[in-house]
């Protein structure tokens, strides 16, 4: 039978975690959260925690309400998602799972933010965050611990878009490991490289072979290459072909 939970969820800000979490979300779950913040208010969610069944089961996200409309990405696996802004009021969450394997499930926080407002865009795995304000004008900077590089820009700024909202002017960078030797594989897997603002990602397969899509939500223009690939670079490692885009 079909497992049922979630709800409405109001307020300044608040947790969700799976049911069970962190023992192991029931078989045949069909859950879906709906967070409705005031009115020009956006949703900033960050991931504590994520553990589901990779390829079985799944948390869709939805900018908006739970509506084929609104599908903004589908996520599983291990590998905790980077934090997601909401470009309206309302964003809302559904977790689905088949009816044999689960895991234990997923915790996350959110927050209302204001127009004004970016969210803290969260740290890439390896990564140093510098910066504690994350309002328009504010700037932040990424760097790597020792062993690890930077791939994309260390400087971010927060900006007001043509629609008057404000968003990051690019995407998170990523940490990428620094070796020795080059005539090992480095690593099958690219990662997940995030969703940047106004952004959908199709795809959720990222080791060497694989392709995703993004594109962006109605009213924006996607920015850089809509189609990337895991592919294995000059030093025997997997890397994305290009940067993420970005929407404008």
Not at 20 to 45: D, K, L, S
Request: glycine share 10%; proline share 7%; hydrophobic share 35%.
């Amino acid at each position: 039978f079909l497992h049922t939970c979630g709800g409405t969820l109001k307020g300044k800000n608040g947790t969700i975690e799976s049911p069970g979490f962190p023992y192991g979300y029931p078989n045949g779950a069909n859950c879906t959260w709906v967070i409705v913040a005031e009115q020009m208010n956006r949703i900033h969610i960050v991931f504590q925690s994520f553990a589901v069944e990779e390829e079985y089961d799944f948390l869709s996200l939805y900018d908006g309400h739970p509506h084929p409309a609104y599908f903004r990405t589908r996520l599983t696996g291990f590998q905790i998602p980077p934090p997601v802004t909401s470009t309206g009021s309302i964003f809302s969450l559904r977790l689905t799972s088949d009816f044999a394997v689960s895991a234990h499930g997923f915790k996350m926080v959110y927050e209302e933010l204001r127009s004004s407002a970016c969210g803290n865009p969260g740290v890439p795995p390896k990564g140093i965050l510098n910066g504690t304000q994350f309002n328009m004008g504010n700037t932040i900077r990424y760097r790597c611990v020792t062993g690890y590089v930077l791939d994309g820009r260390s400087l971010l700024t927060c900006v007001l878009n043509t629609g008057n909202m404000a968003v990051w002017d690019f995407p998170v960078p990523i940490c990428r490991e620094l070796r020795s030797s080059v005539c090992e594989l480095r690593s099958s897997a690219c990662g997940n490289p995030g969703v940047p603002p106004k952004g959908i990602l199709n795809g959720t397969q990222f080791t060497i072979g694989n392709t995703i899509r993004y594109r962006c939500v109605t009213g924006y223009v996607l920015d850089g290459r809509s189609l990337l690939t895991c592919v294995l670079n000059t030093g025997n490692m997997a890397v994305w072909d290009f940067p993420v885009p970005i929407c404008r």
